[in-house]
């Protein structure tokens, strides 16, 4: 006999698998963009061989199906170096990367949106690269990335339901083992489709807020 | 001292600096003249690293600004004014101008912060110190780089057409101050189209030619009919700067 009716043991796995599909994506979130920031850095200085090969990984990442590279990632590292990698790891390893060749492309028109000349007097007063970066092109660049990173946080959310595949108990997975149990498909997609829904518009809601906050505090720029 | 010895700089076929060699010592102001294109700005950019040369050497105070770790030193002891300001636009007046000081020098940001606001005020804007640049004019804001150049403390203040993105009323605010300092004895190197402030300022007037530095001159021997002005290109250049009743 089937239990094919709800109950509060699926509202716990709902929020469990909801909590999954938010830690991870916070935590390849910010591990994508201190990545995808520091090899922008490592473009933008043009430091030789480094800055041409991060180039070009990235722009494989940005131009191939996550989930092809989610399958690399699960199957295809565990052959080659003969050591199983867990599901969650295999995950965080992908999306950490995919966030990072997004973030990287979003960071390099940041800093090239940073006048040139300002960047000269900063080098002709002394600044070191890295004081160049923290005090002239960081806050500049973040100013003018701030807007797509929203937006590609928004998406890389939506992005995770994907790790349910290879096993991570995500909010998608958790939607399945429901959808199974209580064969009711429409009700339990509805559901895992509103939670989604209402993570993604906290996300945007809070990524205008902080928009707003620095257009307020934001000195006038432009000539 | 600057020494500028035998500099070749080239951008692709076209040679820019041919063999400029030139000093700037301590308490000189050095003008340099010469037409557009002639390598004003770009051996002002080769005196502070910004651009790679191609030949000869230059030092500042000894220091070779072809090797890296001594350019780091050199740029300690100069400051530039740029034509265009060149000021952070996301940070305001005062921040400008402290900056380097705490940042490069490591010097303490309260006496910065104090020297910074008694050099703003010097120039007329004590009152813009927490203004940002684009609420500024023109002339106001030469004067922030005025002040962020001299906040350094620099034994070189160097100037490339400071006043040529500003209208004459802007310019004269700008001289007065330029004026104020060579009175006191700051060693500047100086480029400009400015002809009668440089007279006036100068100690020596240098002119370039096509990249060539065809004379080298104290400032009343610049003028001289017999010396400076005898030259065909300067007499040409000078006809053509300075209003005809002021001409010797
Ligand atoms: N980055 C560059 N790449 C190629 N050519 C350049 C570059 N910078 C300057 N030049 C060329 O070098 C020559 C000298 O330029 P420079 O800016 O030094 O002249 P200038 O004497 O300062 O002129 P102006 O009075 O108009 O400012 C010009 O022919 C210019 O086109
Ligand atoms: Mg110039």
């Known amino acids: 006999m089937r239990h094919t009716g709800f109950t509060v043991h699926d509202g716990l796995l709902l929020a469990q698998g909801l909590g999954v599909s938010l830690g991870l994506f916070a935590g390849t979130f910010a591990l994508g963009l201190v990545l995808g920031s520091a ?49 969650v790891v295999a ?69 995770t339901s994907l790790v349910s595949v290879i096993g991570v108990m995500d909010l998608t997975k958790a939607g399945d083992i429901l959808n199974l149990r209580t064969l009711r498909p429409f009700a339990v997609w509805t559901m895992v489709g509103a939670l989604y829904f209402a993570a993604a518009k906290g996300l945007t809601l809070l990524g205008h807020h902080w928009e707003r906050r620095l257009r307020a505090h934001a000195p006038p720029l432009g000539f | 001292m600057i020494a500028v010895e035998g500099v070749v700089k080239r951008f692709g076929t076209q040679t820019v600096l041919d063999g400029v060699s030139l000093t700037v010592a301590p308490g000189e102001v050095v003008t340099i003249l010469g037409s557009s294109g002639s390598g004003k700005s770009t051996l002002i950019r080769c005196i502070n690293g910004l651009e790679r040369l191609d ?100 034994r070189y203040l160097l100037l490339d057409e400071v006043t040529s993105a500003l209208d004459p009323e802007m310019t004269a605010e700008v001289l007065a101050i330029l004026g104020r300092l060579a ?40 003028f001289d009919p017999a010396r400076g002005l005898a030259h065909p290109r300067i007499n040409q250049f000078l006809s053509k700067m300075t209003p005809v009743g002021e001409r010797p």
């Open chain 2, 55 to 154: 030949g000869g050497r230059i030092t500042v105070d000894g220091l070779d600004v072809a090797n890296p770790r001594q350019l780091a030193q050199a740029r300690r002891l100069s400051a530039t004014v740029f034509q265009l300001f060149n000021l952070y636009p996301h940070m305001t007046v005062l921040r400008n101008v402290t900056l380097a000081p705490e940042v490069v020098l490591k010097r303490p940001e309260p006496e910065v912060a104090a020297e910074a606001r008694a050099l703003l005020a010097s120039v007329g804007l004590a009152d813009k110190a927490d203004a940002y640049p684009a609420q500024l004019s023109g002339g106001q804001r030469q004067r922030v780089g005025i002040c962020r150049a001299l906040a350094m403390n620099p």
């Open chain 1, 39 to 87: 090899a922008a850095v490592v473009r933008h200085f043009r430091v030789p061989a480094l800055g041409a090969a991060l180039h070009a990984g990235l722009e494989l990442l940005r131009n191939s199906p996550v989930l092809v590279q989610l399958f690399l990632v699960f199957f295809g590292i565990p052959a080659l170096i003969h050591q199983p990698l867990t599901p």
């Open chain 2, 183 to 222: 009175s006191q004895g700051t060693t500047m190197l100086f480029v400009t189209h400015e002809v009668e402030f440089a007279r006036r300022i100068s100690t020596r007037i240098v002119f370039l030619d096509q990249g060539r530095l065809i004379v080298d001159l104290p400032t009343a021997d610049f």
């Open chain 1, 91 to 159: 995950a965080g390893v992908t999306l950490s990367a995919n966030t990072a060749a997004f973030v990287y492309f979003i960071a390099v028109a940041g800093l090239d949106a940073v006048g040139r000349d300002q960047v000269e007097a900063a080098r002709v007063y002394g600044f070191s690269r890295a004081q160049l970066v923290r005090h002239i092109l960081a806050p500049q660049a973040a100013a003018f990335a701030l807007g797509p990173l929203v937006g590609l946080a928004v998406n890389q959310l939506q992005v």
